[in-house]
T-cell receptor, first 111, second 112 residues
């Protein structure tokens, strides 16, 4: 599988700020997923996207499936300290079971 | 609780030993996976089983052998452990035909 390009690699922000991160692929995906990993834990699914152009929210989180089907975006509004963690994008094509993961975006939020 | 569980949480062992990590899911999913997360946090697929049948077998040393006694369990056995095997290993599962994968809490393996 390919490794997706995820940016930024890390973010250090103040509580209350909005956050944006994105993920790009060299190939077309039919599913985009966003996960959050807390220290010492497994990744937890945040949002799943299944259609090009789809915009889906989960509380303060909003993710979009890019029109080209080669990218996805995650926004976090009004960040709070518990948003700290590593955010991973993952994509899958129709041709297999494997998820391709990004390298992660490490988010730090100061009170 | 419905979840993916793994045992042990931590595993410290000497080079050359053989060890196993167990995974169980009670979500009723058909497909299970093993991932390796290195020190840079990159998640790499190792194996996947669909209803006890091996469907993904990435380039992994043959010292690693998955075993699925039934569709709710996928265990990982590692022979002749090496220093480079130190990592966090995650088990995951997904419903039939769906991309959404649900991860276990991870097993941190340290080879001394």
């Amino acid at each position: 599988g390919q490794q997706l390009n995820q940016s930024p690699q890390s973010m250090f922000i103040q509580e209350g700020e909005d956050v944006s991160m994105n993920c790009t692929s060299s190939s077309i995906f039919n599913t985009w997923l966003w996960y959050k990993q807390d220290p010492g834990e497994g990744p937890v699914l945040l949002i799943a996207l299944y259609k090009a152009g789809e915009l889906t929210s989960n509380g303060r989180l909003t993710a979009q499936f890019g029109i080209t089907r080669k990218d996805s975006f995650l926004n976090i509004s009004a960040s709070i300290p518990s948003d700290v963690g590593i955010y991973f994008c993952a994509g899958r094509s129709n041709s297999g079971y494997a998820l391709n993961f990004g390298k992660g975006t490490s988010l730090l939020v100061t009170p | 609780d419905t979840a993916v569980s793994q045992t042990p949480k931590y595993l410290v062992t000497q080079m050359g030993n053989d060890k196993s990590i167990k995974c169980e899911q009670n979500l009723g999913h058909d497909t299970m996976y093993w991932y390796k997360q290195d020190s840079k946090k990159f998640l790499k697929i190792m194996f996947s089983y669909n209803n006890k049948e091996l469907i993904i077998n990435e380039t992994v040393p043959n010292r690693f052998s998955p075993k699925s006694p039934d569709k709710a369990h996928l265990n990982l056995h590692i022979n002749s452990l090496e220093l480079g095997d130190s990592a966090v290993y995650f088990c995951a599962s997904s419903p039939r035909g769906r991309a959404t994968q649900y991860f276990g809490p991870g097993t941190r393996l340290t080879v001394l």
